[in-house]
């Protein structure tokens, strides 16, 4: 059954995502106030889904293991992409303009629009333009709506009813990209500091969580823009604190918690770049403009996460259901495996 899961998670992933990114070197002929704006535009949805994504499947139970159980979960995490993200304005560029008012983000759809530069470089006397097609966007990719990333994680009882949680996604595709993430958690059960009349099946929890995502592209020949060494880099690191509450049955556990998540994306796109303009100098003279690592950008995502879920309990084994209510929500499915 772990096998199972594993296999029909890592399918549902990169069902139709085996093709390249293409088209996004073309960003680079933007000018300087527009290229990293341009990039960041189009990618954004990516990095808040995997940002989200990465807060999610924590606990299933506030209640800890015994001294030495432990629990191995299997599960998908469903983050539903908005409608408002799968495009972006282009009214807020400097010196960039397109046929059509929008363009697709990374999550849109195919495009046959196109992009037009025209600017003056830094320091010069002249202008310089350029013309490209706008990236596709690859919509195809999601499922009902949702970006989907498997999960695999293990838990482990500590004393003082605490648990030491780790957390690995394996390496996935995304249209030629490398995804992969580890991440640790706490959890401390607080009900051993109160004294009720009777055992309850009330358990509330402190849980403390980080964890990083790591990606990489290579251009490769697919690169329409001369150069060499060319290709984009992502780092995710979160944060996340905050409580855990179960009503724990025997058959069955109904789970609700709330966390403060802190993020920040690093993005980068690396290598040497020959790009290509026309010039004002001597009637539209081509010239050729070199760039080496043109493109760094740093996001923040900041939020509130609120979460609620069901939990089936047979002996062994549990079944869990939960959703995330945030932008970017999340559905989060799986199965864990083990011993208390």
Known sequence: MKKLFLVTSLLIFQTNISQNITGVENF?????????????????????????????????????????????????????????????EIAGFNNLTSSSNTSPSIFGQETSESFSVDFQPAGEDYTISANFP????YGSI???????LPNIQFSLGLPFKTDLILRYIPESKFK???????????????????KPGKVLPLNIAMLATHSSTNGS?????????????????????SFSYGLVGSIDLKVFSIYSSISK????????????YVLNYSSSISGNESIQISVTDPVSIENKLDYLKKNVG???NFPGIKFFLDYTINDYNSINAGVSIGLR
């Not at 002929?29 to 949805?45: H, M």
């Not at 030629?176 to 109160?194: C, D, E, I, P, R």
């Open 28 to 88: 680079l002929l933007a000018s300087e106030e527009d290229k990293n704006l341009l990039v960041n535009n189009y990618f954004s949805p990516l990095f808040k889904s995997l940002q989200v994504s990465m807060n999610e499947g924590w606990s299933r139970s506030a209640k800890t293991h015994k001294k030495f159980g432990f629990d191995l979960t299997f599960f998908a995490s469903a983050v539903e992409i908005p409608d408002s993200e799968k495009s972006f």
């Open 310 to 312: 069901v939990s089936l």
């Open 176 to 194: 030629g990209a490398k995804l992969s993430s580890l991440g640790f958690g706490v959890k401390h059960n607080l009900m051993q500091y109160f």
């Open 217 to 237: 592209y290579n251009f490769g020949v697919n690169s329409q823009i001369q150069g060499s060494d060319q290709g984009m880099n992502l780092d995710i690191n």
């Open 142 to 148: 999601l499922k009902e709506g949702r970006m989907i």
């Open 261 to 272: 998540v802190n993020t920040k994306s690093e993005f980068k796109i690396n290598g040497n």
């Open 134 to 137: 706008a990236a596709n966007g």
